[in-house]
């Protein structure tokens, strides 16, 4: 729910890592609103 709060409506900018997915095809990135790191 605080995650929904933090991001509902948002611009959301996601960074990838050196390895964007992991073995199960998930994606693997760093989730940010503005500057802030969620």
């Known amino acids: 729910e605080k995650n929904?709060?933090?991001v509902e409506?948002?611009?959301?900018?996601?960074e990838k890592?050196?390895?964007?997915t992991?073995?199960?095809g998930r994606i693997?990135?760093?989730?940010?609103?503005?500057d802030v790191f969620i």
């Open 4 to 6: 929904k709060e933090l």
């Open 9 to 14: 409506d948002k611009v959301v900018k996601l």
């Open 17 to 20: 890592d050196v390895s964007s």
């Open 22 to 24: 992991d073995k199960y």
């Open 28 to 34: 693997l990135a760093y989730v940010y609103v503005g």
